[in-house]
């Protein structure tokens, strides 16, 4: 069962402005990348179910930060079924997001009130996951769909949609700049943030201080370009 309410959820991405994104087959690694990342200021994580047995580890994860991050809100991502949402769910996961919109899941995650962010690229597709009770939209691949430009159109016709990008967002004062100049609630941020040659390397403590370099901008930013939800 989650630990925290799909409000709660909601409050603390448009809060924090950031949600690192990561996968590793390794559930000791990802425990060491939650660890980095909560040292760094982070309190949103969201584990990807890209990997064999990703559910396993998963569990394994959310365990351990219920145990020793209690206030670390953590989600899965890369979800595109209703089956798979509610695996998920019975594991504890506190939010689903997923690169699709697909309907069904969103009658088993409202009924459970777990918050649900589908992934969108068109006016109509917001809309329409908007009509299905998501609160806060995933637009993916967020450069390709059009960018922080995208966003900005969207946000005038649209201004009550709250939108989360994940592709093509980095963790640089310029790109960062873009997106919330934009509008957008959150980002999300994957190889950009969590490099695959520190977590090789075992480098934690260089990925602690990048995050911390993030969150430290995100929030700087943030104050500047507020936004309401």
């Known amino acids: 069962m989650a630990r925290f309410t799909r409000i709660q959820v909601a409050l603390r991405m448009a809060e924090e402005g950031m949600i690192p994104v990561f996968f590793n087959s390794n559930a000791e690694v990802c425990k060491k990348v939650i660890e980095a990342c909560y ?22 994860l959310n365990k351990f930060a219920a145990a020793e991050f209690p206030d670390m ?59 299905l009770g998501a609160e806060i939209v995933k637009i993916f691949p967020g450069s390709q769909v059009g960018g922080p430009k995208f966003v900005a159109a969207m946000k005038g016709p649209m201004p009550w949609t709250q939108i989360m990008p994940t ?10 700049t873009e997106w919330f100049k934009a509008g957008v609630v ?44």
């Open 39 to 60: 040292k760094g200021g982070i309190r949103l994580f969201e584990f990807t179910n890209r990997g064999d047995y990703a559910h396993v580890v998963f569990e394994q």
């Open 73 to 131: 809100i953590i989600g899965t991502g890369s979800v595109i079924d209703a089956p798979t949402a509610i695996l998920y769910v019975q594991l504890g996961s506190n939010f689903i997001v997923s690169p699709i919109l697909n309907e069904e899941m969103a009658g088993v995650l409202n009924r459970r009130k777990i918050l649900w962010s589908p992934g969108c690229g068109s006016a109509s597709e917001i809309s329409r996951a908007e009509a």
């Open 167 to 176: 592709g093509g967002v980095e963790p640089t004062e310029a790109n960062l």
């Open 186 to 229: 959150c980002v999300g941020m994957g190889s950009q943030l969590i490099k695959s040659e520190l977590v090789k390397a075992g480098d934690f403590k260089k990925i602690e201080e990048d995050v911390r370099n993030a969150v430290a901008l995100v929030k700087r930013l943030r104050q500047q370009y507020p936004v309401k939800i």
